[in-house]
């Protein structure tokens, strides 16, 4: 062994920290990172969507169902007005035309659709 070679390792042995030193940094380091780190979302994922919020074919059968359900509750209603009351085709007409129109409010209240108006709904300021 020569001189340069003891002298290489003293100067390893003092300008490396020792293992324990390493790993507390590492750990101080990731604790950091993971503080500044924004919460990760939930991953998307069909499974995920079961538990949560319906799926993109869920609400498509949904809203078409509460359509279709107010457009034949109006037209049996109106059948059944013309029968007992023997109007022929003005109760049919006429709740037909009802049961379309519940039957596009009920799909907008299903799909949380709220038409803003103007200046009612917000406050004024003084």
Do not use: Y
């Not at 340069?4 to 020792?18: F, H, I």
């Not at 780190?37 to 809203?63: D, F, I, K």
Request: aromatic share 6%; net charge positive; proline share 8%.
């Amino acid at each position: 062994m020569s001189g340069n070679d003891a002298g290489d390792e003293g100067d390893k042995g003092s300008a490396t920290p020792p293992d324990s030193e390493l790993s507390a940094r590492l750990r101080r380091l990731g604790t950091q990172i993971e503080r500044k780190r924004p919460p990760a979302s939930p991953a998307h994922s069909p499974r995920s969507e079961s538990s949560g919020s319906p799926s993109s074919l869920g609400q498509a059968m949904t809203l078409s169902t509460e359509f279709v359900a107010g457009v034949i509750a109006g037209g049996v209603l109106g059948w059944i007005f013309d029968r007992v009351l023997g109007t022929k085709p003005w109760g049919l007409i006429v709740l037909l035309m009802l049961g379309f129109v519940a039957g596009v409010f009920n799909v907008m209240r299903a799909s949380g659709f709220s038409g803003a108006r103007s200046g009612r709904d917000t406050p004024r300021d003084p």
